[in-house]
């Protein structure tokens, strides 16, 4: 790999990356489950972070049921990636999410601090998922009345 | 474009946008218009995000009438930036933005997530923004009474 | 610098920065003082922000015990990286800094909104930190009862 081929394959990862969180704060589960190569495992899903979820599908429809009438913000800050040749590579990128939901008049929300450390591989021309981890550096959650709001975009 | 001079311009764009939202944050309204085409059309400004304004300028001083004795922060996250042409891109940018006030004794702050969607022209050598618009995934709000502080910097 | 030099630059500047705040948020104090020149200068242990400290390993171990018991997440969003030489740059990045420890069974937190001024060398190769400031937009804080926690990963 030449310099050029380096800082596309660094560029092209994070715009997977980018997409990855949006479609999946948009519910976008089609999108979601395409960032991910078929056989993907995810160690996201299980409680103690271990149990891998395998599969693209699988892994998308666990997630959308997790997030069931749940509204969330992903989002990812300046990553850490690593290019292992010319078709695979690793990162690690510093994650903050948002949930927010409502549960008999009460918002329920969890923030959480952490990392995402994934591998990735290029198959058919794409930078794919091949391995998601979470791990955790800060939670924080919360519950209050919701109150009206009217709020101009800005 | 070869690409060399695509990975210039996406590192040009972003390199506009960060220096869009700190002359945001620290109420440089000169440098905040100069980041937009002339006839730069934005919807972030109305109640419902549909109706425009028009004008670099003339954004510059809506947002800066909507933000007085306002402390902001906004915060921009790994984006998905589409090049057009030699000269015509769009984005979007996961954005997260805080605003504290004081009023008779009491702090109030909004916390909104969301997206910027924009589209950029390059004149005359520079990418500048041409439309802005800005979506909403949560919106947090609250007030407090403000505490003393003595933080040191870090 | 040709263009592909200058666009390594900004990556492997990017590179250190991702490096210096996972350091700092996963305690590696190794790590985080490799990441500055050896008589580099930080501005942001005094109170007053404008005392600095010099030398890696001084400013690494000031850092270790100021944040002793204390969990942090360090959040950096998109730069404003100027390259001024081949070997020396200047950079404003946005950071969040989320600190939370717990005392006499509260959960005491303070979340900063700021920005990191930095001066870069390249020295042997590699880009380090020479010299180091932060200034703030924000302040948040707060304490609170703790609440036991079980939260699955995701």
Not at 102 to 121: F, N, S
Request: net charge neutral; hydrophobic share 40%; charged share 30%.
């Amino acid at each position: 790999m030449d310099d050029i081929q380096r800082l596309i394959a660094l560029q092209d990862i994070r715009a997977l990356m980018a997409r990855r969180v949006r479609c999946l704060d948009e519910k976008d589960w089609m999108g979601f489950a395409d960032c991910y190569a078929e056989d993907a495992i995810s160690y996201s899903l299980s409680a103690n972070g271990e149990t891998g979820v395998r599969g693209n599908r699988v892994i998308a429809e666990g997630v959308k049921k997790a997030l069931e009438g749940v509204a969330t913000a992903h989002n990812l800050h300046e990553p850490e990636i690593q290019l292992v040749s010319e078709d695979s590579a690793t990162a690690i990128w510093p994650l903050n999410d948002l949930l927010s939901w409502e549960k008999e008049g009460k918002r329920y929300w969890l923030r959480g601090y952490g990392h995402y450390r994934q591998v990735y591989k290029k198959i058919g021309g794409r930078w794919l998922i091949t391995e998601h981890r979470l791990t955790r550096l800060i939670m924080e959650h919360g519950n209050e009345a919701p109150a009206p709001m009217v709020i101009p975009n800005r």
